[in-house]
């Protein structure tokens, strides 16, 4: 983890008067970004004028909040949760209101500022928002792995089935009750011991059609690369429910690298706290989720925004 050490150097890691960047406890490839309990109390007072409604239907408060938090650390929030998410190395991080609040509104305030301070999130078809919040329950009658509880939820990346950039992701944890198991599946590409065999395949640039299931409110096909390259670095556009191979090559190719991405022992499951979020680079992060273990009473409920880069 040579590496990771490098971009250490190059000063991700520090403490400010507003903010600590610290190596993630459970991963040399996240950063936990704790923002000092004075900044988010501030951010709670400034924003309790602003409702979510307002949010919703006016773009640009959702500016403005980011705005808000930025300029309560000095200004300095911003560069740092751009720069990380834009660094191979690394690429993600967790950060979260501290338990200064319990309000879902607040979540989503905060998770609201923490995106746009980073870029601009996609239309979310599902919720018909710039975001979605989805709960995982002990009964599911849904159509994709999203909301079932007790099974695997495999690595995949984020926007394979709409026609715009997926840049980053974020999911905030916004309740959880009875939840034993559940936690977030990680893994980073470079981390990922069967990368060359796979990036290099024959296959690997080969266009795969993608079509959603009907709750994602998306009609359209789209076809996508498995493989592609950024900073002459392999970056990845995969998840296997909506992928449609033509032949029994192509879906050879695809069952075996998801096999293979599954088995790595660099795989982190993440717990994350209810007020907490985490940021990922969907070029180069995989995510999923372990299954739950079995209660009537579950409930589990995350906020997800995802989108692409500033200018
Ligand atoms: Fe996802």
Redesign the pocket.
């Known amino acids: 983890m040579s590496i990771v050490k490098s971009s250490r150097e190059q000063g991700f890691i520090q403490r400010t008067d507003f903010f600590e960047v610290a190596e993630h406890p459970q991963s040399q490839r996240l950063y936990q970004i704790n923002i000092r309990d004075h900044v988010i109390e501030q951010f709670l007072e400034d924003t309790s004028d602003i409702s979510i409604q307002q949010l919703e239907y006016v773009p640009y408060m959702r500016f403005v909040v980011a705005d808000r938090l930025n300029s309560l650390t000095n200004g300095k929030l911003k560069e740092v949760l751009t720069t990380i998410l834009h660094d191979r190395n690394t690429g993600g991080y967790t950060t979260g209101t501290n338990s200064k609040t319990s309000e879902s509104d607040d979540y989503v305030k905060f998770s609201t500022a923490i995106t746009h301070l980073i870029g601009e999130p996609n239309f979310d078809s599902m919720s018909g928002n710039y975001y979605a919040r989805f709960s995982v329950t002990d009964i599911d009658n849904s159509d994709s792995y999203?909301r079932q509880p007790y099974r695997l939820?495999t690595l995949?990346?984020?926007g394979t089935f709409v026609d715009e950039a997926t840049d980053w992701?974020l999911?905030m944890k916004m309740k959880e009750e009875n939840a034993v198991g559940g936690e977030s599946r990680l893994l980073h590409l470079d981390d990922w011991n069967e990368l060359d065999i796979y990036s290099n395949h024959g296959l690997a640039s080969k266009e795969i059609t993608y079509k959603a299931p009907s709750s994602k409110n998306v009609s359209k096909e789209i076809k996508r690369k498995t493989f592609f390259q950024i900073n002459n670095k392999p970056c990845m556009c995969f998840?296997d429910q909506f992928a449609y191979p033509k032949n029994i090559e192509e879906a050879n190719y695809l069952k075996s690298l998801s096999e293979s991405m599954e088995n790595d022992p660099s795989l982190i499951e993440l717990s994350l706290p209810v007020g907490d979020l985490v940021v990922l680079n969907n070029t180069f992060w995989l995510?999923?989720r372990a299954a739950f273990e079995k209660n009537s009473e579950l409930n589990r409920e995350l906020l997800?925004q995802?989108g692409c880069f500033s200018e």
Do not use: P
């Open positions: 999203l939820f995949h990346t984020d992701l999911m998840i995510h999923g997800r995802r």
